[in-house]
């Protein structure tokens, strides 16, 4: 696994915050998330989880978020990382949710930023979709599909020069003389995010947890693949957080109006600071 070990750029707190990225997402792009708890005093850690990025792309692995999250133990464990603030955003949330119901000593306060796995699509009408069918999708993505389905879900059709850079990354990915893994990989990583919710354990989360959702978030996982008449019952991310909020025992919900499913990429003064306010004891 490649990490990025960020050190604080004013004094330092003694804090470490836990980064955790999306599907469609690598650690850089918390780039100015880093930059912002770095200079709040906080040691900053972000990995490119297995199957991502820089990191390893096993033939043949058998993603899930309980070896996922053994994975980045084992990295704060090397890193002497051993309590930290953790942050996910979207399959990053889902993932450390199942880190901190795994590990629950070593997370102080947890965070999940516009999180996947909230609810259960399945169960709400989504159709299973095998391997075969995972990847004849990721067979046609590109730069421009990307795009279109970011432009669409996560920035409420408001495009800006600074997202391109992402894009581009991600798309780079699957056009690389690697891209076949790639696509496999993305193709395994979609079926743990459709098998492996973690909507019936919110419950056992016992420290405290923030929820900082961008309202305008249209993301429901494969919801355009139900049939018409269901897909009014699948959730998107902010609906299912409304609910999230109330079962898990210690949470607060903060609602940032006006902004997608990538806040943090959408908006970074602002999310940092909410960020900050969120994490400051």
Known sequence: MAYLDVAPSAASNGATVVLLHGKNFCAATWDDTMRG???????????????FCKSS????????LHTMA???????????ATKVILVGHSTGGLLAARFALLYPDR???LVLVNPLGLNDTLAEGVPYADLGVLRAKEAKTDAASIKAYQLRTYYHGEWRPAYDRWVAMLAGQY????????????ARLSDMIQTQPVAAELPRLTMPVSLIIGQRDLT???????PPARRARIRTVPQAAEE??????????IRLEGLGHSPQVEAPAIFVRTLR?????
């Open 37 to 51: 708890l770095a200079a709040a005093g906080y040691r900053v850690i972000a990995p490119d989880q297995i199957g």
């Open 57 to 64: 792309k096993p033939a043949g692995y058998q993603y899930s």
């Open 70 to 80: 053994a994975l980045t133990a084992a990295l704060l464990d090397r890193a002497g």
């Open 107 to 109: 997370v102080s306060r």
């Open 175 to 186: 056009a690389s003389p690697d891209g076949d893994v790639v696509r496999d990989a993305q």
């Open 220 to 226: 429901a996982f494969r919801a355009n693949t139900a």
């Open 244 to 253: 999230a909020a109330r079962r898990i025992p210690r949470a607060s919900l």
């Open 277 to 281: 306010a969120a994490i400051t004891p």
